[in-house]
């Protein structure tokens, strides 16, 4: 049917044609189709190699090309470099594609030129478990009036939350932040003779100067690993903390204005922010120790109150939860999903745990 269709005379319509075989158009069309894809498949297929291009280099210059990228002048450029460089000296071998495509029959077409090898960061992990053992600090700006930044230093003790020293200044380098922390450590000596003080990759905080007065004074400097935003969470927690007071102006008048602002702040923060982190404890009092005497007064508080109406508590006694017993930065979490304590992390001494992924013990 189909090839009575195909020979029909040129005289005889298509639509002729069906009314005489007793089909419709569409399925003439169809066997039409069906026909053509039947030969095509049949037809042999002309590749690459049957039809060489009569442009294309020959054998000798393509090895001429692949054996110039790999001189020792050119062996670490890149094909566009190559080419320019060469064409520079007066020397065409071949377009920049043709290049690629020599290399990548070669399998060179990776990465040619020499670069700096990865470097891998250990993860910072550290554990305060009294005051002054670890502090961690940081720098934020502080906008004036006139579109001027100032930069305030923080010094944070990581067990207490307490603010050690801070500093409100129109500029940002290493000199300033070595004297806040050699003013730091000269006020607040550490009891077990050890200190740590973590940051994050700022200027001030890599400067080769810094470094050396915290090697000469005792400390052991921690760092954030680089475009980590969460190995310093206590300082910017702090930071959010603050900006978001009330009383925070969103622009100081001056240097004089934000030192005052300053002043209030942190004797707001330090003896009467009631700390959620800290069981409702004011920094302060963990620093000092003071949270001792203040949980006999609570715990006198509820023993009152469960005395007179024990139906209100109905999960029985209160008793005042204490704070922390540790502080934190990237803990070990263990396989149940809990954090693990400083005595279940099998840390030898504090540089070690700077230098080696922990393990439980």
Not at 41 to 50: F, G, L, S, V, Y
Not at 122 to 127: D, K
Not at 292 to 309: G, H, M, W
Request: proline residues 7%; aromatic residues 8%; hydrophobic residues 35%.
């Amino acid at each position: 049917m189909t090839l009575a269709l195909h020979e029909r005379p040129p005289s005889i319509s298509l639509r002729l044609a069906c009314e005489v075989l007793g089909i419709s158009k569409s399925s003439a069309y169809a066997m039409q189709k069906r026909n053509r894809t039947h030969s095509c498949a049949m037809r042999p297929k002309r590749t690459r190699k049957d039809a060489p291009q009569p442009r294309a280099l020959s054998k000798k210059e393509s090895d001429n090309v692949l054996t110039t990228l790999n001189k020792p002048e050119h062996q670490d450029q890149t094909p566009y470099t190559a080419f320019m460089t060469l064409l520079s000296a007066g020397i065409y071998l071949c377009s920049v594609s043709t290049m690629h495509r020599i290399l990548r029959k070669a399998k060179q077409s990776g990465e040619r030129r020499h670069q700096r090898p990865s470097v891998h960061h250990a993860i910072p992990r550290l554990w305060a478990r009294a005051p002054n053992e670890v502090w961690t600090w940081d720098i934020t700006k502080l906008r004036t009036v006139d579109g001027v930044y100032l930069s305030l230093y923080v010094v944070l003790d990581l067990f207490s939350r307490y603010v050690v020293a801070w500093m409100v200044s129109t500029k940002e380098n290493s000199a300033l932040a070595t004297q806040l922390i050699e003013e730091a450590c000269a006020r607040y000596p550490s009891a077990s003779g050890q200190r740590v003080v973590h940051q994050d990759r700022g200027a001030p905080m890599t400067a080769r100067g810094y470094l050396d007065v915290g090697a000469e004074i005792g400390i052991t400097m921690s760092h954030s690993r680089p475009r980590v935003s969460n190995d310093n969470p206590y300082s910017e927690s702090h930071f959010r903390t603050m900006k978001y007071r009330p009383e925070f102006p969103g622009r100081f008048a001056s240097v004089s204005h934000a030192r005052t602002w300053g002043e209030r702040h942190f004797q707001w923060h330090n003896f009467e922010h009631c700390h959620s982190g800290l069981a409702g404890f004011t920094p302060e009092q963990v620093f000092t120790g003071r949270f001792e005497e203040v949980i006999v007064e609570r715990q006198s508080a509820l023993d009152t109150a469960f005395a007179k109406a024990p139906e209100r508590f109905v999960s029985g006694a209160p008793k005042v939860k204490r704070p922390p017993s540790f502080a934190a930065i990237n803990p070990v979490v263990t396989e149940e999903g809990e954090v693990a304590k400083p005595d279940q992390v099998n840390f030898p001494t504090l540089s070690a745990a700077k230098m080696r992924p922990p393990k439980l013990s």
